[in-house]
């Protein structure tokens, strides 16, 4: 492709059997250059063709089938003493299976690019050479056989994402003009109003306007049960509408939905190589050679040397060649590593590389964000108390959502929230976030402070004495104090109660079972709340009143005392933590950008216990990563002593190559079996 006039740069994803070209170049040009290697060029975004005729669908295997019969018939003719019908069938048989073979294996050795091709091509024709024409025959049929199988296997593995790029309608009703049109997805534009009737799926990212359902979102993020929606909820293009009607505000081209970034993401996740991937490459560079070297010496030592013979060791050398082929080893760690990503991805957790997969592996110690990770998130207050005699506890609040009222902190929507419908704020002006304390406003030409005691305690010198019991009791309760004051007078307090997610306790126990040794969770919020709330949740480990650069630090210090460490967070405000971290670990990636492009790993959903799934999947990966590469070494070292008694014939050799290579492809397959609640 890169020889083509006009073609600046070229980018191969084998595991996603996807092609990147760039330039000014036309796509019959692009077409044609594909043919002559027999592979099919296909728009990411056009149609699958309809299906095809069995023997047009598997051209491949019709070139194998006939070497086959030709195979069968010249060793019956054989056996028979017929060699004037034998040696030319089996002659026949080498040239019609092995013709593809021999194309690219001349071609890749003309560039002094020793691949399998190369191996095969010397074997076969070097045996035709000395008459071994039968053992030509077998090892040309055999090698296309492991072609076929080793294709349909990869394909298997690829199928999983590509049934990703399916669940998302083509078309979408739109409604313009006042009346509902049928469009391609292509044609919508940000602000258009869809129509999705019950059972559809969405084919858009955008926020219900009208209408309440309940949606399946396991496409996405993984849950296992329908999730309800209504006006102004956030919804996903590839999801199920359930029992009601919707008209759905859109809020992101086609191209942007949260599914083509996670199709775009698990594509470049799959394409990265894991440092084993990389390793075992490296390892084939000179491991061919090497074998190629090996052979040539076992052809030529015995018969120099020792007065061997010629024959039977240039047959020996050959099956040297044959069983030397490295695929088997080459692709034992991506199959692997395509399985695992793509089933992650399909149980709503996007990991973003083989590296992060290997790393995720040998994790031993978590530690958590608490609010929105452990907790809901979404906390709520649950008391008010004035500490001035002309304040009244609802003033207190409102003064309190006066000042908080630009900041996004979830504990300073939750005092906004719990204003009474209907009633006016005071005007606030100069807002200004104090990072990891609080907040500060002037209304009414006041300036008032809203933050944690540590606020008022340490940076403000106000005495807390009046107001120590309420706040210890509340904290005592696992709930987080917020006081209201000036520079130097305490006004009032509010508590704020965040609860734990009832999934929390269930995954910090089942990733104990995963062989996660210690749990930690961080905090900003005071160390009374925070304990509270890691005993209700069942961590090891409390660090409280931490500020975001304290957390980077505590990270850091995990990971000198335990070699690895994972970070969860939601992705925003814990991004220096989860880029410190071994394995960053986003909440909620669907919808979130920020989540996305943040951590190393994203759970789609809101759900923690997806993350003990993901810890025994990338263990399962390795684990399966190191069976492969013994058996592929393994049977390559038992064929290569086989050679020396002269055990080791062509066709041996080659059914060990095949099977090794259905073996691991096969072995990495099985990844994709593994379920979260397993």
């Not at 069995?54 to 019956?76: K, R």
């Not at 047959?315 to 692997?336: K, M, Q, W």
């Amino acid at each position: 492709m890169a020889r083509i006039p006009g073609v600046t740069r070229v980018e191969l994803n084998f595991a996603a059997a996807k092609l990147t070209v760039e330039g000014d170049v036309s796509r019959e040009a692009i077409a044609a250059a594909g043919q002559a290697h027999n592979i099919q060029i296909r728009a990411e975004r056009e149609a699958l063709p309809p299906p095809q005729p069995f023997w047009v669908a598997n051209a491949a295997v019709v070139p194998t089938g006939l070497a086959l019969l030709f195979t069968i018939v010249a060793e019956v003719a054989e056996w028979l003493a017929s060699t004037a019908i034998s040696i030319p069938l089996f002659a026949l048989a080498i040239l019609v299976g092995g013709s593809s073979t021999f194309k690219k294996g001349l071609r890749n050795l003309a560039r002094l690019q020793f691949d399998m091709n190369v191996l095969m091509t010397v074997a076969v024709i070097g045996a035709a050479l000395i008459g071994e024409y039968g053992e030509g025959a077998v090892v040309a049929v055999l090698f296309g056989v492991s072609e076929v199988l080793e294709s349909y296997t990869m394909d298997r593995a690829r199928q999983s994402l590509r049934s990703l790029m399916e669940i998302a309608p083509k078309s979408a009703r739109v409604i313009r003009m006042g009346r509902e049109e049928e469009v391609p997805v292509e044609e919508i534009r940000v602000g258009e109003t869809l129509v999705v009737r019950p059972g559809e799926k969405l084919a858009m990212d955008g926020v219900v306007i009208t209408g309440r359902s309940a949606i399946n979102q396991a496409n996405i993020t993984g849950e296992s049960l329908p999730v309800e929606k209504g006006p102004n909820d956030e919804v996903f293009a590839g999801t199920v509408n359930g029992h009601g009607g919707l008209e759905i505000r859109v809020t992101r081209l086609v191209e942007d939905t949260t599914l083509s970034k996670l199709i775009h993401l698990v594509e470049e996740a799959q394409a990265q190589r894991a440092p084993t991937q990389t390793f075992v490459e490296r390892f084939a560079a000179w491991y061919t050679p090497t074998i190629m070297l090996l052979a040539a010496l076992v052809i030529l030592i015995p018969p120099l040397a020792f007065g061997g013979d010629w024959s039977h060791w240039i047959y020996e050398g050959l099956a040297l060649l044959v069983v030397g082929c490295p695929c088997a080893l080459v692709v034992s760690t991506p199959v692997s590593i395509v399985s695992a990503i793509a089933n992650a991805a399909r149980n709503g957790v996007l990991i973003k590389g083989g590296a992060h997969l290997e790393r995720a592996g040998s994790i031993r110690v978590v530690a958590f964000d608490k609010t929105g990770t452990l907790t809901r998130g979404q906390p709520e207050v649950t008391g008010v108390e004035s500490r001035h005699a002309h304040l009244t506890s609802g003033e207190v609040l409102r003064l309190m959502a006066a000042v908080e009222m630009r900041s996004e902190h979830p504990l300073a929507r939750a005092i906004i929230r719990a204003v009474p419908s209907g009633e006016v704020l005071p005007k606030a002006e100069g807002f200004e976030a104090i990072v990891g304390r609080g907040a500060r406003a002037t209304v009414d030409g006041r300036t008032y402070y809203v933050g944690s005691p540590a606020l008022f305690a340490q940076e403000l010198g106000v005495d807390l004495a009046p107001v120590a019991d309420l706040v210890a009791s509340w904290q005592a309760l696992g709930r987080t104090v917020m006081l209201l004051g000036t520079e130097s007078a305490l006004l009032g307090a509010v508590a704020v109660a965040d609860t734990p997610r009832e999934s929390t306790a269930q995954a910090l126990a089942q990733l104990k079972q995963a062989g996660v040794a210690h749990t930690v969770m961080l905090t900003g919020d005071n160390s009374a709340t925070a304990r509270a709330i890691g005993a209700m949740v069942g961590v090891d480990q409390v660090r409280a009143e931490l500020l975001p650069h304290e957390k980077v630090a505590v990270v850091q210090e995990l990971a000198a005392q335990h070699g690895t460490v994972a970070m969860v967070g939601d992705g925003v405000n814990d991004a220096p933590a989860l880029a410190a971290a071994t394995v960053g670990i986003a909440m909620g990636g669907a919808g979130t950008d920020v989540a996305l492009e943040t951590a190393d790993i994203a759970l789609m959903a809101d759900d923690l216990t997806k993350l003990p799934f993901t810890l025994r999947l990338s263990r399962a990966a390795m684990g399966v990563i190191k069976q492969n590469i013994g058996i592929a070494l393994g049977l390559k070292l038992l064929a290569v002593v086989a050679v020396f008694p002269g055990w080791l014939t062509l066709w041996l050799a080659i059914l060990a190559d095949m099977g090794a290579t259905v073996l691991v492809t096969l072995n990495g397959m099985r990844l994709l079996r593994i379920r979260p609640d397993r």
